[in-house]
């Protein structure tokens, strides 16, 4: 199985500074037949279900703000909140979907 | 817009059967191309896959699980549903069901991101 391993744990933001959260996979999700990068990044509060942000590494979902953003390539991942809100105190999680079983990092508490 | 509700006993006893139902609205289970998966969640741990099936009833799982899991679909119902039998207190945990993206291109089709997630169902096992 891919092994996701996201960095820090947890992140203390001051409210409009820039979150950075890592992600780093046991093994490459880039697919060279079509170039992709088989990851995606979620966002989960407390109570919810996760709601997925970024998917192929960099595609942001219809109707997630544009201080969200994915990159990186191969093994190292990295999804950056670019101005702190009130809002976006959740858990975070990648995921890889390159390889059944479908795997998840260990998650990161952004907090104010 | 598609929505995705777990249902079933939130308590199960040891060595008992944990049955899960989700019902799919908004939409036909039938439709577009999309597997549809089971995914858990201890409390204050990371996600997990369980396993997903397919419109035509194909069915992966967890190598670690698939002794004890079933995936089953009932399109006239609109809905899918888990079951996992021999359920031990390692088994307590919110369990989500999601559709699941299948992106198609040249080399073929694959699987992709979770989108949307049931609410989520809290499961203890527990005598």
């Known amino acids: 199985d891919i092994v996701m391993t996201q960095s820090p744990d947890s992140l203390a933001v001051s409210l409009g500074e820039r979150a950075t959260i890592n992600c780093k996979s046991s093994?490459?999700?880039?697919?060279?037949?079509?170039?992709?990068?088989?990851v995606a990044w979620y966002q989960q509060k407390p109570g919810q279900p996760p709601k997925v942000l970024i998917y192929w590494a960099s595609i942001r979902e219809s109707g997630v703000p544009d201080r969200f953003s994915g990159s990186g390539s191969g093994t190292d991942f990295t999804l950056t909140i670019s101005s702190l809100q009130a809002e976006d105190v959740a858990v975070y999680y990648c995921?890889?979907?390159?390889?059944?079983?479908?795997?998840f990092g260990g998650g990161t508490q952004v907090e104010i | 817009q598609v929505h995705l509700q777990e249902s079933g006993p939130g308590l199960v006893m040891p060595s008992q059967t944990l049955s899960l139902t989700c019902n799919v609205s908004g939409g036909s289970i039938s439709s577009g191309n999309y597997y549809w998966s089971w995914i858990r969640q201890p409390a204050g741990k990371e996600l997990e896959w369980i396993g997903r099936i397919s419109v035509s009833g194909t069915t992966n799982y967890k190598t670690s699980l698939k002794s004890r899991v079933t995936i089953s679909l009932d399109t006239s119902k609109n809905q899918f549903s888990l079951k996992l039998n021999s359920v031990t207190a390692a088994d307590t945990a919110v369990y989500f069901c999601?559709?699941?993206?299948?992106?198609?291109?040249?080399?073929?089709?694959?699987?992709?991101?979770?989108?949307?997630w049931g609410q989520g169902a809290l499961v203890t096992v527990s005598s």
């Open positions: 995921h890889q979907y390159y390889s059944t079983p479908p795997t």
């Open positions: 999601a559709r699941e993206e299948v992106d198609c291109f040249s080399s073929g089709c694959h699987e992709a991101w979770f989108d949307p």
């Open positions: 093994q490459s999700i880039l697919y060279t037949s079509n170039n992709k990068n088989y």
